[in-house]
């Protein structure tokens, strides 16, 4: 088992519509990370968050810890949306990441 | 599920040595490595790309004939920072994935490099 689920994989979303990306973990943090990573590669990071919600524009993370599951929704999406967003959890000196879920944003 | 193992995970080396850190996939064929770099508190930094047998893809800023990277197998890159000095520490993280742009990613889990 994964120390960090993500889910869904895949996601196809026509220009507009509501999306959620959900992350569930099983180690102890402090805090959780969401990032971007754009097709060239290069990784943006969205959110760090530790409690409840954090929002960015079009972009809300929340983040239940008893429940160890947070969320990344994206309001209102558009294609400049598509790519691949990870959550990553940070415990001491090691990072767990999530496999990632790659987002297209159809026009 | 899909395995990259970083090793190693910590290394404490002197200026002006070289340091080599491996990333393996261990139950799949990486056709695309990539590595990163993580200052404290900040987000991961992307040093470069790599696919198998071909010469890996310097982001801007990045020297490449400081942090050399390998990648001569699917299954194996490696990144050597050369004539390391303090200001290359930082903590290392790759990454790797099977196919297209679209493939899931999977990272190894880091190395925490200190020069001293």
């Known amino acids: 088992k994964n120390e960090v689920e993500q889910s869904p994989q895949n996601l196809t979303a026509q220009e507009g519509e509501f999306i959620t990306i959900n992350c569930s973990y099983s180690v102890g943090i402090s805090a959780l990370h969401w990032l971007q990573q754009h097709p060239g590669g290069g990784i943006v990071s969205l959110f760090m968050?530790?409690?409840g919600k954090k929002k960015h524009g079009r972009l809300i993370a929340t983040i239940n810890i008893q429940e160890k599951h947070s969320s990344l929704h994206i309001t209102a999406s558009h294609p400049r949306d598509s790519a691949v967003y990870i959550c990553?959890?940070?415990?001491?000196?090691?990072?767990?990441f999530g496999t990632g879920t790659s987002l297209t944003v159809i026009p | 599920g899909a395995v990259v193992s970083q090793h190693p995970s910590r290394v404490i080396c002197k200026s002006g040595t070289s340091v080599k850190i491996e990333c393996r996939s261990l139950?799949?064929?990486?056709?695309?490595m990539f590595w990163y770099r993580q200052f404290p508190k900040q987000s991961l930094m992307l040093m470069a790309t790599?696919?198998?047998?071909?010469?890996?893809?310097?982001e801007q800023g990045v020297e490449k004939d400081k942090f050399l990277i390998n990648h001569a197998s699917l299954t194996l890159s490696t990144l050597t920072v050369t004539s390391a000095h303090p200001e290359d520490s930082s903590f290392y993280i790759c990454?790797?994935?099977?196919?297209?742009?679209?493939?899931?990613?999977?990272f190894g889990n880091g190395t925490r490099l200190t020069v001293t």
């Open positions: 990553a959890v940070p415990t001491g000196n090691q990072f767990y």
């Open positions: 139950d799949f064929q990486a056709t695309t």
């Open positions: 968050l530790s409690s």
């Open positions: 790599s696919n198998e047998g071909s010469k890996a893809t310097y």
């Open positions: 990454s790797a994935r099977s196919g297209p742009r679209n493939s899931p990613l999977h």
